[in-house]
């Protein structure tokens, strides 16, 4: 139980690292009490910058967000990473470590990472990130990144939780393609081609600036700018942050801004009450071991999963307080 004489979120707010840390675990866990904790933690958040790193696999995702911390760290800015990454199958847990592809910042004080795991969540995110990233803005952080798995077709959840999406994508892999198919030019705030010293990277960005003005862009709307990297070497990073800086100056100027944070309260909503309701279906079956039962029966087609799903909403719903 998260059950303290001095609350959580108490010490959090009065600077204790080790208190977040504590209170992350217990979130990544599920433990009781944590969702206490985070109520008194929600009205002091709303302050951080929220930047969202996606793309697919191998397009250099990591290396680029050491790259950004390291700027951001020269402007004085206080920075929280979020690093999503492939669960283990034997632990549960993330299988890249905060040590490992963050090594030199980890014992900045202006830097505090935590690595979640999927555990078979799809968009690109683990369940629990956004409460992470609320603890992280509750704490100070001027900015927090959030850098997804890299699944391809189910990166688009990090829209609704950033205000800036940046796009990596690298040349010579048919990311172009990938990126049309997957959707990704319709999340992306900035495009990045990585690995730019690779031979293809002109055209490549030459691609996505031809297919981002095919989209007809209003007078009133962002157009995504186009930005060669090479993330290893530190270059382009420059232009990357400029073009970053001007969309975030482009949404703080107008609406943009409060609608981004609608969006992302209506999808904080929207995951709450998804994780409630099942929690809740599976306590009127009786546990998760009678959707064995259940799945059973399906599989032997003695009945259906709509027959079913339909049955288990009925059931929820007729239940006093349902």
């Known amino acids: 139980m998260v059950s303290k004489t001095t609350s959580l979120a108490d010490r ?4 204790e690292v080790r208190a977040a840390a504590r209170l992350m675990r ?40 050491n790259r950004i911390v390291e700027h951001l760290r020269k402007d004085d800015l206080t920075v929280g ?15 890249l ?29 683990s369940w629990c990130t956004n409460d992470v990233v609320n603890v992280l803005d509750s704490m100070g952080k001027d900015v927090v990144i959030i850098e ?18 940046v796009v990596v994508l690298t040349p010579g892999m048919g990311d172009e393609i990938q990126a049309i198919k ?41 157009r995504p700018p186009v930005v060669k990297t090479e993330a290893l070497y530190d270059e382009g990073l420059d232009e990357m942050m400029d073009a970053i800086g001007r969309h975030r100056a482009f949404i703080e100027g107008g609406q943009g801004l409060k609608k ?3 969006e992302r309260a209506r999808y904080e909503l929207i995951e709450l009450l998804k994780e409630g309701l099942l929690s809740a279906v599976v306590r009127t079956q009786g546990g998760e071991d009678a959707f064995d039962v259940i799945a059973a ?11 079913e799903v339909n049955r288990i909403i009925a059931g929820a719903l007729k239940r006093p307080g349902g």
């Open 81 to 95: 990473l979020v690093l999503v990454d492939p669960t283990s199958p034997f632990s549960g847990g993330a299988i």
């Open 12 to 15: 959090i707010l009065s600077g």
């Open 148 to 165: 997804t798995v890299g699944v391809g077709q189910d990166e688009t959840e990090i829209v609704s939780m950033a205000h800036t999406t």
């Open 97 to 125: 470590g905060d040590r490992v592809r963050m090594a030199h910042h980890f014992t900045d004080p202006g830097v505090f990472i935590r690595s979640l795991a999927t555990r078979g969540h799809l968009g690109g995110l």
């Open 297 to 307: 029966a399906i599989a032997a087609r003695d009945s259906d999963p709509y027959t």
């Open 260 to 262: 981004k944070r609608i």
């Open 182 to 222: 997957a959707g990704i030019l319709e999340v992306g705030d900035v495009f990045v081609v990585n690995k730019a010293r690779r031979e293809g990277a002109d055209r490549a960005v030459r691609d996505l600036e031809t297919m981002l003005s095919m989209k007809g862009w209003k007078a009133d709307e962002f």
């Open 26 to 65: 217990y979130i990544d866990d599920g433990m009781p009490g944590a969702g206490e904790e985070l109520k008194k933690l929600y009205p002091h958040t709303g302050k951080a910058y929220l930047l969202g790193i996606t793309g697919l696999p191998g397009a250099g995702k990591s290396t680029l967000v």
